[in-house]
């Protein structure tokens, strides 16, 4: 509130000049609609979590948040909205919601918010309806649109706000239709709370790429809002819808989630690993010992352990995950872990087994998929001496039916189930310990999917890699004891990599001191 002004302005002048400046000061005369049962037309209320989003919005130009419902987002965002729209020359603000109906609604709050400010603040209105505010002295306009194919095109935003980013149906086309015009220098705020009914959307993929994507991601619980305690979720439950569509579960989870992983995982209706369990897991995550490569090592090898391995290849394009864990065979724990989604099969097994030397060579299953073919036979050519093997069918010379010894761990239906089985069971009964927290989080996204009759899968989007490597160094538990002793590098298998390290993007770069002594 301004109370001196400068010579030659007037106060009113002054405030304006003031609010022209910052978003924050501008707030002080913001009044808001409060829903019944609540007290009409009331200041804005700055609570800490608002101010924290406010200076967001003044660092960064890409901006994901994730929400529970009620705790004055959507008040704040028309704020913005409406003030980006008064003091900036030619601004073009678009407001995308899921529907016309939502669309309309948000844009109603930012008519309510400019028809209670101060007279000298309001600015000269050129043109006012249900899906259009345009101010003549700024030839700048807010425009509401409706998430639909063609929503966007041709335009250049100043700013885009997404509302419900999450439950929009044409998602996808919106982002591509306006990402050009804020690559130029505007401003795109994502906001919504969780559809849990959507397993992929590109909300989710966008949030869960912060940073590295130029996203800011923040998420805020139910708890941010005062004057909500235990006690108010509880009630909130009890009154939960209980229909075939939802539930109170699904309804929480959903509206009023706890945590970012409870609003970003499946909804726990389907998620195959219990969620209290995975929740308590997060107590054992620990930040890394040491490091050889690539690989975390988060518990250094001790003399008489046994251990066991597996890994998911990937073609190291930046999608899916190559990852490879060595776990305890005692304890359930991965004591270390590759993982990275630019990594080459062939690289992947030459810097496990670079690994895997440090804990005695234990038996390691990887995943023979197209991928990993690639890593199984790097892993042949340097003759790691404890790959598993599995009976698989074939034919002998002669072209008849035998079932031959094949490396690799084979995933069909029957593997499958037995794989995933034991694993959630493992799990369960908490002899899995995980300290890779990003490990850790793809558990969260492994669903029993309705629409192929509860199989057991990562959710569309997601990545499961992980927890299917672990999964692959369990099963391994069955072969852990067979061997007497420890297995050490062969002059054989020193010969191959030497013949190798100059096909190694690896070996290249270590030579011949890549072992670490611990």
Request: a negative charge; charged letters at 25%.
């Amino acid at each position: 509130m301004v109370t001196d002004a400068p010579l030659g302005l007037t106060l009113e002048q002054a405030e304006r000049d003031l609010c022209a400046r910052s978003f924050i000061d501008f707030l002080e005369h913001v009044k808001v609609v409060e829903p019944p049962p609540g007290r009409g037309i009331i200041p804005f209320a700055m609570w800490p979590h608002l101010v924290e989003v406010v200076e967001l919005f003044g660092a960064e130009n890409l901006i994901s948040i994730l929400k529970a419902r009620q705790i004055g987002l959507s008040w704040l965002l028309a704020a913005y909205a409406c003030w980006t729209a008064l003091y900036h020359k030619g601004a073009n603000v678009m407001l995308f919601s899921q529907g016309e109906n939502e669309a309309k609604v948000l844009l109603s709050k930012v008519k309510a918010i400019h028809e209670e400010l101060p007279p000298h603040l309001q600015g000269h209105m050129a043109g006012n309806n249900a899906t259009e505010m345009k101010f003549e002295d700024m030839a700048s306009k807010i425009t509401a649109l409706p998430s639909t194919e063609k929503a966007g095109r041709g335009e250049t935003g100043t700013l885009v706000i997404q509302d419900e980013a999450d439950f929009h149906e044409y998602a996808d086309a919106n982002y591509a239709a306006i990402k050009p015009t804020i690559d130029a220098g505007g401003q795109l705020i994502q906001v919504s709370t969780s559809n849990k009914k959507n397993l992929s959307s590109l909300f989710k993929a966008l949030y869960r790429g912060s940073p590295k994507n130029g996203f800011a991601a923040r998420f805020y619980s139910w708890a941010v809002r005062p004057e909500r305690d235990q006690k108010w979720y509880d009630r909130v439950r009890r009154e939960a819808p209980d229909t075939a569509e939802m539930n109170a579960d699904l309804y929480m989870e959903q509206e009023y989630p706890r945590t970012e992983e409870e609003a970003l995982s499946a909804s726990r209706v389907l998620s195959a690993f219990d969620p209290d369990v995975l929740e308590s897991m997060q107590g054992d995550i620990k930040n890394p010992v040491d490091t050889l490569g690539l690989a975390n090592i988060y518990q250094k090898p001790s003399i008489g352990k046994r251990y066991m391995a597996g890994s998911d290849s990937s073609h190291g394009v930046g999608a899916d995950f190559g990852v490879s864990v060595i776990m305890d065979a005692t304890t359930g724990m991965v004591v270390a872990d590759i993982v990275d989604n630019y990594i080459e099969p062939e690289e992947l097994a030459s810097q496990t087994i670079d690994l895997l030397e440090k804990y005695g060579n234990p038996i390691w299953g990887i995943e023979d998929n197209e991928w990993g073919i690639l890593a199984i036979r790097r892993a042949q050519e340097l003759e790691y001496p404890n790959l598993y093997e599995r009976l698989r069918p074939g034919k002998s010379p002669s072209g008849a039916a035998v079932r031959v010894m094949r490396p690799g761990w084979h995933t069909d239906e029957k593997t499958r189930y037995i794989l995933w089985g034991e694993l959630i069971q493992a799990v369960k009964d908490r002899l899995i310990v995980v300290p890779n927290k990003d490990g850790l989080s793809q558990f969260t996204s492994v669903i029993r999917n309705p629409e192929k009759n509860g199989r057991i899968e990562g959710m569309t989007g997601a990545h499961d890699d992980y927890p299917l490597a672990v999964g692959i160094a369990w099963q391994m538990r069955k072969e852990a004891y067979t061997a007497d002793r420890e297995i050490p590098m062969t002059n054989r298998r020193k010969d191959a990599y030497r013949r190798l390290k100059g096909r190694v993007p690896y070996a290249q770069s270590v030579g011949e001191g890549r072992l670490v002594s611990w």
